[in-house]
């Protein structure tokens, strides 16, 4: 989720880039940098941290004037966000710089051969590779920077925005895009790249969104669009009618409703990269040995608030799959319980912000105590990772809305990939398992997208429960989180009471709470998963609805069963029922994103809450 800049025309370069720099802002980075061709040089900065810093350097160290340059602001995936991590990358020779957002998945492979062939990589990223591919195809190209772009393309594997420039062609910049975002700005004698219209739309809002595996060439005067293979491709010109501030969130009202619509795309990134071809998972910045993992015999997860939810539903397959007994602690409570921790213990700390101050106090003192910690987290840099043995990170991008939501399902994905490479380690689960589960893994994308297509009905029982004083939400087994997620969302978005249940609980005290349109939303188990659970569950609807619960059912298509005893049914895809909660999260996150809309609330940032909450 980098921010990307590219410029020619007249203007000044390094003004346009960082100028649109500076619109991309809100989607958080942890670096900056430009590079520009100046006098037929690549005259580059970058820099750690926020824009400041980067405009403070090019303040003491200009660069020169140029119509051509290319900006990035980075949200780190691999290697830490520090100066020499920053975009943009260069060759050997300092001839093509490049900049780049996704994850190349096979970058290893290409470093190890570059490296093979006396190249020297100074950074730890997977965008390095890309600017000394391009060094050697630029010759073979007959000096064309887009020939050498197409063929390099072909190379990558995984999901990639990149734009280069060449002390050779100093009035081109080339772009090429897989499965990441690039739009082209069409000026008068000038045209721009960017990650989203936001950037450009100061200066034009006539646009060309990219298609899949394309290259672009821009020049001042003229826009070549082809395919990776060199053919003519199909491109779609379209006009921006948003303003500024609705651009930055893609054209949504919110940033909560940007980042629910980015769930596919930050489940799918979680991924990337972390499925060798021959089905084994490859974790590689867990820094904890294939020995010590094996030592554990217990793990406890802590984490707070919507984090704590995602590792209440962890603990049921990493139990599931690895028999490692596992315990879930809020942050807050952690530490004052007097844990019983050793050396053997796993403690992972779950956290979008990765400053969560309870979970950083809590990791801190699980490391007093020798236990081994593994973060999971999204925010790559940040204090609690760096405090941690290992970091598995989530790679949803920046989560700007308080309210999380890609930051939950990512972590949910997170979860299961540790646990799936535990089970693999220790032998508790067979290659052809683990590849059954990424498999199941790699299909909900789609399925959530599927899901998020059809919330129009949620929406419109938001708007009419909107004076409703009450909610409640029920659930067993990993649906019992999800009701507890989808109380939680309601409380800090639309300040009502609401209140989540494992439903085996209701005969014992809240269904007094139950009476005639009291609005209960049910997590269904999947039936062909966990039937009894499923009939269980259908039992505890019918309790409730003979007591005047208006009953609102999440359940899978086809699950006739709920029918007699719902008031509306939300049908969702079928799925492992360990999985169900990447589904079944999705109605109760739009559901209260709309009731707060309703209600006139600030979406994104809801009374008395911070994104992250840095004190104890
Ligand atoms: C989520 O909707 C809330 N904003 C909050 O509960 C959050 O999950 C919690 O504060 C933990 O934050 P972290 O994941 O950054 O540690």
């Not at 700005?185 to 739309?201: K, T």
């Not at 499925?275 to 094996?294: A, V």
């Not at 793990?299 to 490692?324: D, M, N, P, S």
């Not at 043995?389 to 930051?407: I, N, R």
Request: hydrophobic residues 40%; negative net charge; aromatic residues 6%.
């Amino acid at each position: 989720m980098c921010g990307i800049v590219g410029y020619v025309g007249q203007q000044s370069a390094l003004d346009v880039v960082m100028a649109g720099l500076g619109r991309l802002e809100y989607r958080g980075y942890d670096s900056a940098g430009v590079a520009l061709v100046v006098d037929g040089k690549l005259a580059t900065e970058k820099r750690a941290g926020k824009l400041a810093n980067l405009q403070a350097a090019l303040a003491e160290h200009p660069l020169g004037a140029s119509g051509t340059g290319i900006g990035h602001t980075r949200w780190a995936t691999h290697g830490a966000p520090n100066d020499r991590n920053a975009h943009p990358h260069v060759d050997c020779t300092r001839s093509v710089a490049v900049i780049h957002n996704g994850i190349i998945e096979n970058f290893a492979a290409l470093r190890a051969e570059l490296e093979g062939r006396g190249h020297e990589l100074v950074s730890d990223t997977d965008t390095e590779t890309v600017a000394h591919l391009l060094e050697e195809e630029y010759p073979r190209s007959g000096n064309d920077l887009a020939e050498a772009m197409r063929r390099v393309s072909r190379r990558l594997d995984g999901a990639f925005t990149l734009l280069a420039t060449h002390v050779d062609a100093p009035d081109v910049v080339v772009g090429a895009r897989r499965n990441s975002p690039l739009v082209v700005g069409l000026g008068q004698g000038e045209n721009f790249l960017a990650s989203d219209v936001a950037a450009f739309i100061e200066h034009t809002r006539d646009a060309l969104e990219l298609g899949q595996d394309q290259v672009v060439e821009l020049r001042s005067d003229s826009v070549v669009v082809t395919g990776f293979d060199g053919s003519p491709a199909e491109v779609r010109e379209f006009h921006v009618d948003w303003d500024v501030s609705a651009a930055e969130k893609g054209g949504y009202d919110y940033f909560m409703l940007k980042e629910i619509a980015e769930q596919p795309a930050a489940i799918a990134d979680t991924l990337l990269g972390r499925l060798e071809s021959d089905g084994r998972l490859r974790l590689d910045e867990m820094r904890l040995s294939d020995d010590e993992l094996r030592e554990i015999d217990k793990i406890i997860i802590v984490a707070c608030g919507t984090a704590f939810h995602a590792g209440l539903i962890a603990k049921y397959a990493i139990e599931h799959w690895t028999r490692i007994p596992c315990e879930v602690e809020l942050s807050s409570e952690f530490r004052y319980r007097d844990p019983v921790l050793t050396r053997t213990t796993l403690v992972v700390a779950i956290t979008q912000s990765g400053e969560t101050m309870d979970t950083l106090m809590a990791l801190r003192h699980a490391r007093e105590q020798r236990a081994r910690v593994l973060a999971i987290c999204n925010t790559n840099g940040s204090t609690i990772p760096r405090e941690s043995d290992a970091v598995l990170y989530t790679h949803a991008g920046p989560e700007v809305a308080v309210a999380s939501t890609k930051g939950f399902l990512t972590q949910i994905v997170a979860c299961y990939l540790v646990a799936l490479y535990l089970g693999q380690i220790r032998g508790t689960k067979f290659g052809d398992e683990i590849t059954s589960v990424v498999r199941d893994l790699r299909d909900m994308p789609d399925k959530v997208a599927s899901v998020l297509e059809t919330m129009e009905p949620v929406r419109a029982l938001a708007r009419e429960l909107r004076d409703a004083t009450s909610v409640l939400f029920i659930g067993r087994h990993v649906g019992y989180p999800i009701a507890l997620e989808g109380a939680l969302k309601l409380k800090e978005l639309a300040y009502m009471h609401a209140e989540g249940f494992a439903a085996g609980e209701l005969k014992h005290g809240p269904i007094a709470l139950i009476e005639d349109g009291v609005p209960v939303f049910a997590v269904v188990p999947a039936a062909k998963g966990r039937s009894v659970l499923h009939d269980k569950l259908v039992s505890n609807l019918q309790e409730i609805r003979a007591r005047g619960a208006r009953t609102v059912v999440i359940a899978e298509e086809g699950d006739t069963a709920v029918e007699p005893y719902a008031d509306q049914v939300i049908w969702i895809p079928s799925a492992p029922s360990l999985l169900q909660p990447l589904l079944s999260a999705i109605p109760l996150q739009v559901f209260a994103c709309e009731m707060a809309s309703a209600r006139g609330h600030d979406v994104d940032q809801p009374r008395n809450l911070a994104k992250s909450v840095t004190v104890e």
